[in-house]
C-alpha cells in the first residue's frame, strides 16, 4: 500500500490560545514537552508506515525546527506559515490550512491513501485500523446523526480530500461554534446525498493514546471510552450548544 501519514503539529501554540478567553487556554503549552511528545508520535507512526506500507511527514505550523519534532531522515517536514487572519477562526482552521499547504507541497499521487492524524495523538492499533480504501471513500468516525466528525483521524486518499475535504479553513470559525469537525461533518454528508463519496467506519475501532493539550484529558483515560469527543469539545471552550450521539 503506499500510504502517507500526515500528522499536523504545533510546538509553540498561538498566544491566542494560551490567553485572553479562558475557554481556549491549552493545558499543555511548554513547547519542549510538547516536542518530546511529537517527536515519539513520529516514532510510533513511522513503525505503523513500515507495517502497512508508506511513509511519514509532518507539517508544523509554529515556526519551529525540524530538529525540534524528528531526527529522523525518513520522515517529510513541511513548515507552514499560517497568515495572521487565518487564527481568529481557531485551531482547526490553522489544521486545516496546514493540510492542504503540505499536500501542495508534497505533492503525492491522488491515490495515495491519505491517513490524516492529529499533532501527538498515538493509536495502538493503528495497522489495523489503516488499510486500503476505495476511490471516492472516507474513513472516519462519526456521532449518529452525522453532524460531528472525529478529525483527529482520518483515512481517505489525496484525491479524495482534496475534492471534498480542501478549503475548509475558510468555513471553520471556532468561536460560533463552526468546529473543523461540524465543518468536515458537513462536507461528508453533502457528498453523500450527492452520490459523489461512501463514509465508512474503520475496519477495526481506533484505540487512541495519549492526552488533549487542549483539555489535558487522555484519550485512552475514562473519561475517552464513556464520554464521546462532541461532549468533550465543550471542555475545549468553543461550544454553544452540545450536540449528542456517541461516535460510531
Given amino acids: 500500500m503506499n500510504a502517507l501519514i500526515l500528522l499536523t503539529a504545533a510546538v509553540t501554540p498561538d498566544p491566542a490560545f494560551l490567553a ?28 505503523v508506515a513500515h507495517a502497512v506500507g508508506g511513509r511519514v511527514a509532518v507539517v508544523e505550523t509554529s515556526g519551529a525546527d525540524r530538529g ?8 517529510g517536514y513541511v513548515s507552514y506559515s499560517l497568515p495572521a487572519a487565518l487564527a481568529s ?6 489544521e486545516a490550512a496546514a493540510i492542504d499547504h503540505a499536500l501542495d507541497t508534497l505533492d503525492p499521487a491522488p491515490d495515495t491513501v491519505l491517513v490524516k492524524v492529529t499533532g501527538r495523538l498515538l493509536v495502538e492499533n493503528a495497522a489495523r485500523v489503516i488499510g486500503p480504501v476505495g476511490d471516492a471513500t472516507v474513513q472516519v468516525r ?9 478529525t483527529r483521524l482520518v483515512v481517505t486518499t489525496v484525491g479524495t480530500w482534496r ?15 463552526r468546529w473543523v469537525e461540524r465543518v468536515a461533518a458537513q462536507r461528508l454528508i453533502v457528498g453523500e446525498y450527492a452520490g459523489t463519496l461512501t463514509v465508512q467506519r474503520f475496519p477495526d475501532p481506533p484505540r487512541f493514546v495519549g492526552a488533549s ?7 485512552d483515560g475514562w473519561r475517552a471510552r464513556v464520554v464521546p469527543p462532541v461532549v468533550q469539545r ?7 450548544r452540545l450536540l449528542g450521539g456517541r461516535l460510531v
Fill in 142 to 150: 462519526r456521532s449518529l446523526d452525522r453532524a460531528f466528525a472525529d
Fill in 234 to 240: 465543550k471542555a475545549e471552550g468553543a461550544v454553544r
Fill in 20 to 47: 485572553g478567553d479562558a475557554s481556549f487556554r491549552m493545558t499543555l503549552a511548554d513547547p519542549q514537552v510538547r516536542a518530546g511528545q511529537y517527536r515519539a508520535a513520529v516514532d510510533h507512526w513511522s513503525g
Fill in 213 to 219: 493539550g487542549t483539555t489535558g484529558a487522555r484519550y
Fill in 163 to 177: 475534492e471534498h475535504l480542501s478549503g475548509m479553513s475558510a468555513e471553520v470559525d471556532d468561536d460560533r461554534a
Fill in 68 to 75: 525540534d519534532v524528528t531526527r529522523r531522515t525518513d520522515v
Fill in 89 to 94: 477562526g481557531g485551531k482547526g482552521a490553522i
